[in-house]
């Protein structure tokens, strides 16, 4: 037969199953021997028979029997399977199979009553043992003629039957390796299904408004099992549903999974989902609550249940009673909410394996198993018959928690989740919109039903025509609108917080002295000292020169700079001091211990070139060899000050604590950057208890804190070139002989060079290969990236969350040299790709302003001012003028105030005024200062307008003249409306339809006289004629 069978693990496993038999313990003490009996049922998806045999051979055998006797083991099976199980059967050879019974294999016969197989089988059982009691599964009975007859034959025999279900369960239950692996990849994909997919498909069904069956979904999601894209690379034929999924809502729930998803539509609150994937015959479970617009007291029970969840991790460990775990987990909500005991669920879970769920290992308060390491388990707890007091229909007042997980047991941490799924309020609360506007809904939903499709466009036209002014803003109205509060409260913020800043200015560090010798016993002795050369002593860094006939020491860090000439016959060595008033750059050497002594501005030394009758040497020789040596001395002071100024600040970190379990998350071949040494060096990157450590090949090890990361932001490859995991750190650490605040590391996804000389062309099979693998390897980069990311949070119970960047609101600007795609996170704005990194802080941010921002220019440049004023201000410089308002809107939704203007503002002078004289500042107004909007500007008016107020703001005599001069044409009562009325917009000068329909009217009437006197009728008419319509459109023009 082509089917292989694992021999090592049938003899590991045989020998357990017959080493707890010996030890008779519970029902083992029991039986004499055990019979183990599957026939054929397509029906019956979980039985301890088949997951026994599964636990052996890997396969299910259908119509075999198989009799454990003290001695020997028999197995009657067709044929076919007999041939299977000669691979175990014969052990000639194999050191493996000492101390397990020898196998005896006997052929069914078809159609035949097998009486005589059946007869060598009693008569093993009544030789093993006392051959009294046979231990068996109960629960298991299969249909057939075969399975009759073998069981008619055992009751014949008189033999007692005892099940033994519990105790093989129990020794089934601890995992191997190899069986641990096999389940965390069925948790894995579970995971992938249930975050893909499911949720996926539920936010789109919850945005859409889409009326969807429970049922429904439940059948995608058992179909989404098929594609290959949600399974992480398995095989899905290897691929099952442990049981059809459950989704629940609208009130009716039942938190088990014995339930099937009912036929109603999916109702937009709490949403309970329950599924669990089978992956090569091993089992595992998930079960997650997503809420749509959940209320406060729904939110604060859900935080409660994570709680309950963290505590029973917490007990479940090696050793524990299951009772114990159950109980403290009960006892913990009876301490901390005791009105929930009565809703939380009958049991916490079950242990799990090659059947989805054990009856005889259940977390309830009755179960005396006790947990053992390498066992998995089921856990799923919540609180059912919760009333929403804010529920109006039905379906709102009722609803249910529901959370569950699969884990691992450990010998003495907290449990394992082997399905990181996030699972906090942010990650499964769906938020839609606020009360008001959800009531408003309701209403217009009502009034749907009501009126019917034609009535509610014409009930939709009437609103549209009656709304109130707050409801007709436009979006850029609100944004200025909610700008102009944020404005507000930025003044008031900052000015509070300087206030409080006031006196703890910084003391300017004094340079430190650095005295050459401290007595005069130190003084070197030297020859040349006392010929009146000059000595450069290097152990005390120390220039010995003779001034006045006297050897003056001069310390190496009071030497500006020395410069060597040779003119004519002599060379001349200038030495040029820091001094006082010197412009010393980069705040090097301004600060002096002793400012009010005399200074040496500098000195030069003359020697002769030509060499004298007796001199045993050329007399320039000296200033050559000083000038060489003190160049040495300086530099390599000027290094080791170079290294205590990085050194200088560095916050001492914890040291790392080594995790020695293997299973850390870990990623290799990566590049770090900035590099360690001149050459880039891969390495792999492995997550400890506190912190990550890289290791490189070369053996450089780089420690990074969990507790000392700012930003943790994941840049996927979608769109790059290399895959990038970056931390910014609160306190720069020290690499490399240089402080870093921003690490990262990645890895190249494709060709960053191509060769153009290569010829291409677009069908060519090579090149379309490369570009298939390329695709491939991303997706592998990706979920490997993913993977340890999710590790890695769950590993820091989710302390540590890394963010991705958006790419939708991404921008391009040039914060550095080169224009790059600046990216917003949930809590920063970055760009990760290139190098030197962009990294700012939201939350660090007073405002932004825009500069350089008109009509006719196609870019514009930010400016971020931060709300420690003493922090230079970033610029990112070249952002495209169509990113303005995608830019605004974002800032909008931040909460953070913007500001623009069309010119570039000298900001360093601007934030030096703000320090010197907080007070001055923000009595002057603050930060309006940049606002361009005047305050009079009406809702009104139209932009022409508000762009002519901007620009240009006449004063009161000016404009009196213009009204003079433009009213000449009009007659004395509009002269004295437009003067009696407030200088406003042209359309306010001129009359309304009411007032011109009046004089219509009174028209009329006065035509009725005109027989009478026609002449004084035809004057009166002239004068009470409304001016035409063309000469009031022209006006409101």
């Known amino acids: 037969m082509a089917v292989n069978l694992d021999k090592e693990a049938y003899y590991r496993r045989i020998k357990r199953l017959y080493g707890n038999w010996k030890k008779a313990e519970d029902e083992f003490g029991k039986v004499d021997a055990i019979v183990v009996s599957v026939g054929v049922d397509e029906e019956i998806v979980y039985a301890k028979s088949t997951a026994i045999q599964t636990w052996l051979f890997g396969y299910e055998l259908t119509d075999t029997i198989m009799v454990f006797c003290d001695t020997k083991i028999i197995f009657l099976a067709s044929k076919k399977k007999v041939d299977f199980l000669k ?50 599964f109960s629960k298991d009975k299969f249909p057939g003629e075969y399975m009759k007859s073998w069981s008619d034959t055992i009751t014949a025999e008189g033999l007692e039957k005892v099940d033994i ?143 309950v969840e963290e505590e029973l991790l917490k007990e479940l460990k090696h050793g524990v009673k299951i009772s114990d775990a159950y109980n403290a987990a009960v006892e913990y909500v009876k301490k901390e909410k005791s009105e929930l005991v009565a809703k939380l669920t009958k049991n916490l879970g079950f242990a799990m394996g090659i059947e989805f769920r054990e009856g005889s290992l259940v977390l309830n308060a009755k179960n005396q198993y006790k947990l053992k390491k390498g066992m998995v388990l089921s856990i799923s707890l919540g609180f059912a018959d919760l009333v929403n007091k804010e529920g109006k229909k039905d379906e709102q007042k009722k609803y249910a928690l529901f959370i569950g997980d699969t884990i691992q047991i450990n010998e003495e941490e907290a449990a394992t989740i082997l399905t990181p799924v996030k699972k906090k309020i942010k990650n499964v609360g769906i938020f839609l919109k606020n009360d008001d506007e959800e009531d408003e809904e309701e209403e217009g939903d009502d009034a749907e039903e009501l009126l019917g499709k034609g009535a509610r466009s014409a009930a939709l036209l009437a609103d549209r025509t009656r709304v109130s002014p707050d409801e007709r803003m436009t979006a850029e109205e609100k944004r200025r609108a909610h700008q102009k509060d944020l404005a507000n409260h930025l003044n008031n913020e900052a000015k509070r917080r300087l206030t409080e800043q006031k006196g703890e200015q910084q003391i300017q560090k004094a340079r430190k002295s650095n005295v050459s010798y401290k007595n005069v016993s130190q003084m070197p002795r030297e020859k040349d000292i006392r010929e009146m050369k000059i000595f450069i002593d290097k152990k005390y860094e120390t220039v010995v020169m003779p001034v006045f006939g006297i050897a003056t020491p001069f310390h190496i860090a009071t ?255 040039a914060p550095y040299r080169s224009t790059c795609l600046l990216q917003p996170t949930s809590s920063s704005l970055v760009n990760v790709t290139e190098w030197p990194p962009f ?138 409306s437009n003067y009696s009325e407030s200088v406003g917009s042209e359309e306010e000068s001129g009359k309304d339809w009411d007032e011109l329909e009046e004089e219509a009217r009174r028209a009329d009437k006065e035509s009725q006289y005109e027989d009478e006197d026609t002449s004084n009728n035809k004057k009166r008419k002239v004068r009470s004629e409304p001016p035409p319509p063309p000469s009031k459109k022209k006006r409101r023009h």
């Open 87 to 136: 691979q175990v059967a014969i052990t000639k050879g194999n050191e493996n199979a000492n101390g397990v019974p020898p196998i005896t294999l006997l052929t069914r016969e078809k159609n035949e009553s097998n009486k005589a197989n059946f007869d060598k089988m009693i008569e093993a059982i009544r030789g093993s043992k006392e051959g009294k009691t046979v231990g068996i």
């Open 165 to 307: 279900s519990a105790v093989v369960a129990y020794t089934m239950a601890v995992k191997e390796e190899g069986e641990l692996s096999l389940m965390k990849k069925a948790a894995a994909i579970t995971s992938e299904v249930y975050s893909k997919f499911f949720k996926e498909r539920v936010m789109e069904i919850v945005d859409a408004d889409e009326k969807v069956r429970h049922s429904k979904l439940a059948e995608s999601v058992e179909k989404a099992i098929e594609e290959k894209k949600y399974l992480g690379g398995a095989d899905p034929s290897t691929v099952e549903m442990c049981y059809p999924p459950i989704i629940q809502s609208g009130g009716n729930y039942s938190l088990k999974f014995s339930v099937v998803s009912d036929k109603n539509h999916m109702h937009f609150g709490a949403i309970t989902c329950a599924m669990g994937i089978r992956y090569k015959s091993y089992c595992s479970n998930l079960v997650r609550t997503l809420m749509v617009d959940p209320p406060q007291e729904m939110q604060d029970n859900y935080n409660f249940l994570l709680q």
């Open 839 to 976: 990294v700012v802080t939201l939350d660090e941010v007073e405002l932004v302003h825009f500069e350089r921002v008109q009509f006719h220019l196609k870019n514009f440049d930010v400016v971020i001012v931060y709300k420690d004023y003493s922090k230079k201000v970033t610029m990112i410089n070249a952002v495209p003028v169509n990113s303005l308002d995608p830019i605004k809107e974002w800032l909008n939704s931040c909460d953070i105030k913007y500001t623009e203007g069309v010119q570039s503002l000298n900001w360093t002078k601007i934030m030096k005024t703000i320090v010197d004289d907080p007070e001055g500042f923000f009595e002057q107004g603050g930060w309006s200062f940049l606002d361009p909007e005047s305050e009079g500007s009406g809702a009104e008016e139209d932009s022409e307008s508000e762009m002519e107020d901007e620009t240009f703001n006449p004063s009161a005599d000016e404009e009196e003249e213009e009204e003079e001069d433009s009213d000449e044409d009009y007659d004395s009562e509009t002269e004295d």
């Open 559 to 813: 030497i500006k700079n020395i410069s060597m000439s040779v003119e004519g016959d002599y060379t001349y060595l200038r030495i040029n001091f820091y001094v006082p008033g010197s412009s010393l750059g980069r705040q090097e050497g301004n600060i002096f211990p002793n400012p009010d002594a005399t200074f040496v501005k500098e000195i030069t030394y003359r020697a002769s070139n030509l060499k004298a009758p007796g001199d045993p040497s050329v007399p320039s020789t000296n200033l050559q060899n000083a000038f060489r040596i003190i160049k040495e001395v300086q530099k390599r002071y000027k290094t080791r000050e170079a290294e205590e100024k990085e050194k200088e600040g560095i916050v001492k970190q914890d040291s790392l604590v080594i995790n020695l379990n293997r299973s850390n998350p870990k990623l290799k071949d990566l590049y770090i950057r900035p590099n360690i040494a001149q050459k880039r060096m891969q390495g792999s990157l492995e997550a400890h208890t506190n912190g990550f450590r890289f290791t490189s090949v070369r053996g450089d090890k780089v420690d990074i804190l969990y507790n000392n990361i700012k930003h943790a932001v994941f840049q996927p490859c979608d769109g790059e070139m290399i895959i990038v995991l970056h931390f910014h750190l609160k306190n720069a650490i020290m690499f490399g002989k240089r402080r870093h605040t921003d690490v990262q590391f990645y890895t190249e996804v494709g060709e960053i060079t191509t060769d153009l000389g290569k010829h291409q062309h677009m069908h060519d099979r090579d090149d379309l290969y490369a570009e298939q693998m390329e695709r491939e390897m991303r997706h592998k980069l990706k979920s490997a990236f993913k993977n340890f990311i999710e590790k890695v949070e769950t590993l820091t119970k989710e302390q540590l969350e890394f963010e991705v960047p958006f790419r939708d609101l991404g921008f391009q600007g």
